[in-house]
């Protein structure tokens, strides 16, 4: 085998009706999604079936039903794997081994002999800003560089798509910054980021699309403005400051698709709106007619935690 | 952006077979072993008997050669060490009970933290099986087993064919050969599927200690009780490690009538103790644990 052997016109990652019991327990119920380049987000209450997701799509386990296929073959064959750099949640390491040590000895699984062995390791350790301190026990090494070390094996056979568990945990600001910026060069050069997080607001940001799981189903995917517009429910809420609040909130009731207007202590408008394409379109023909100043206009609930708890609510009633 | 002109470099070289990746997860281990400090204390313990078993073998070669009336003499005095199998044998299951302790005290790390940790994930979502895995980890420990037993017994063996009758010896004692290589077999076998299935399940070293004392030396204890009681010598197969020696005598050809009666038996059990760690560990492999 070599290491360009991709068949790159199947897709990235696709998943196929799959479904993954243990036992009576059903962790993945009927998933079909298929994985774009990009950064997408995967985002989930405890217990709603993302390690087992990832354990699918990293060929650790078999559906019980359904197909999961990376670049058309089977996610556990070693075809598969070769595409997929994986960063665990775990901090398992041999502790006793330098940071290099370990991140060869992974690229020695991926079947890297020799000169190429010692170069995709040190590319690796120097993309995420370890190659001045590989050569230290990974015992002496503090949560944000293991996360680095995790981040480096991942990425030493170059791969298609590198899925992360909780990147950024225990990194401080700094080193977050550095590695979303490593996650975001990656992205930008054609590597699908699948990103598992519960730190909901690094998705506002870091995420071109979420999938949200939960109790086992895709309940939402997409970019977060698109899954919040279906939120049909959930009516949208909007900031608005402007020079004269009162007179446009007066003119705010007469349009169909506004619920509510309030004019908050700051003296900025709360407004709740349905159909928020509509609702726009009105507020800016409103704004022009009557030659309003807006200082700030913002939708205060689109944010990846915002829609989660939408999303929560609305699965729970189902 | 296309990934190669973006500064992705791209490589077309071959890749180590897949089917062989379990020889780079038998290196890592080993490499493990051999960087813990109890692993060198307990080994150069064992290595004082290597180093006494060649320097003998060495003295008693020169004296031959060079006086042979005092090499009678010295000969009567080291009866122990005659170039028989009897040396080679002893040699190992002295080696095999020191390597048998060390054992006990590497399975965490070796296999055990693999499962406490959630270590298997880093292994698993490679590109290597669980095949892979299983045999990687047998593999070094046998490889560790081999080192302390098999090497030093074939290094003592070519020394005394060397230094004495040089090919005669080996001509003549071919079946030594075998019993080292059949011996050491049986030996890294044995214990590399016991260690496997006892850490993989009770993954930290406390336990796993307990449960290597109650094999290797409570059931044997037991196994003597009952005999005494019963006057059945069967009851001596319940020392696991004394029904591996029995075979290790067998594959010298030098078992006393009384143990020849016991070598079925001794196979016998031995190959139960192999069939059930193999059971043991299989539903060890098949999932990741996800659920805890």
New interface residues.
Partial sequence: MTATAHDTTAPLLEFAGVSKWYGPVIAVNDVTVRLEPGITGLVGPNGAGKSTLIRLLTGQLRPSLGEVRVRGRRAWSAAAKSHIGYCADTDAFYEEMSGQAFVRTVARWHGFTGRELAARTAAALEQVGMADRASRPLASYSKGMRQRIKLAQALVHAPELLVLDEPLNGVDPLGREELVHVFTGLAARGTAVLLSSHILDEMDWLADRVLFLYRGRIIAAGSLPEIRQTLADHPLNIRISVDRPRELAARLLMVETVQAVQLAPGGDLLIQVHRPQECYRALAELICAGGFQVERLSATDVSAEAIFDYLMQTARRL | ???IS?????????????GL?CW??A??GVR?VL??RLFWLLIAFSLLDFLFLFATIYIKAQINVHNPAVGKFVNEVLRSVTGSGETYRDFMFAQGTMTMLVLAFVGE?LVG??YD???L?????????RRHYVVGKLLAISAIVALTTVVPALVLYAEYGFLTDSLTYFRENWRILLGIVGYGTLMAISLSLLLFALASWLNKTVPLVMSWACIFVLLPGLGEMLRKTYGDGRWRLLSFWGDIRLLGNWCFGSTTEREGRLVVWAVATVVAVWIVCAIAIVPRVR??Q??R
């Fill in positions: 952006m296309d990934r973006s500064g992705y470099r791209d490589w077309s070289g071959q890749l180590y077979p897949v990746t780079p997860i290196r890592t493990l960087r813990r790390m933290g693999d940790r959630g270590g994930t880093f292994y698993l979502s490679r590109r290597l099986g999932a990741v996800v659920i």
